[in-house]
């Protein structure tokens, strides 16, 4: 990191010291305000695209660890999101849903076959490289 890259969170000036460690951390000290300050730490970022994602999967009622299962993302993660955005579970005993991951071809051989759309309500969301279709049928 380039010493110009860093500015006090304080006065937001760019002309501090080295001030030792905190916590494994380079501290620094501001000239002007005489603020100790540490540069914040980078975490590993997720893709907006798999926040949202996640998101629409938790209120189509899948689960915390079948969404970390289908993402790759830490259901911890998906449980933080849903504390952040305030995301409400929808709370309905009369359907179940289930879900099945498939390719483009399995997928569309499924579509062909006007049979299996007539289980119940189906939506098909994309997953990258791969389909997930989620049926919600009547509970028995």
Same mark, same amino acid.
């Given at each position: 990191? +380039?010493? *110009?890259?860093?500015?006090?969170? @304080? ?6 010291? +080295? ?5 494994? %951390?380079? %501290? ?5 305000? *005489?603020?100790?300050? &540490?540069?914040?730490?980078? $975490?590993?970022?997720?893709? %907006? +695209? ?6 629409? !999967?938790?209120?189509?009622?899948? &689960? ?5 299962? #289908?993402?790759?993302? &830490?259901?911890?993660?998906?449980? *933080?999101?849903?504390? %952040?955005? *305030? #995301?409400?579970? !929808? ?21 062909? @076959?006007?049979? @299996? !759309?007539?289980? $119940?309500?189906?939506? #098909?969301?994309? !997953? ?13």
């Amino acid at each position: 990191m +380039k010493m *110009n890259e860093i500015a006090c969170p @304080n006065c937001d000036s760019h002309s501090y010291t +080295k001030s030792g460690f905190v916590k494994g %951390r380079q %501290r620094y000290k501001c000239k002007n305000c *005489n603020y100790n300050f &540490s540069v914040a730490k980078k $975490g590993r970022e997720v893709d %907006r +695209k798999f926040v949202i994602k996640a998101l629409q !999967l938790y209120l189509e009622g899948v &689960s915390y660890r079948e969404i970390e299962r #289908i993402l790759g993302i &830490s259901h911890v993660s998906v449980m *933080n999101w849903v504390k %952040r955005y *305030n #995301i409400p579970r !929808l709370e309905s005993d009369a359907y179940a849903p289930t879900y099945k991951l498939m390719n483009h071809s399995e997928l569309l051989t499924f579509i062909i @076959n006007r049979e @299996n !759309l007539k289980e $119940g309500t189906s939506m #098909i969301t994309d !997953l990258g490289d791969k389909y997930m279709l989620i049926t919600w049928q009547m509970k028995k």
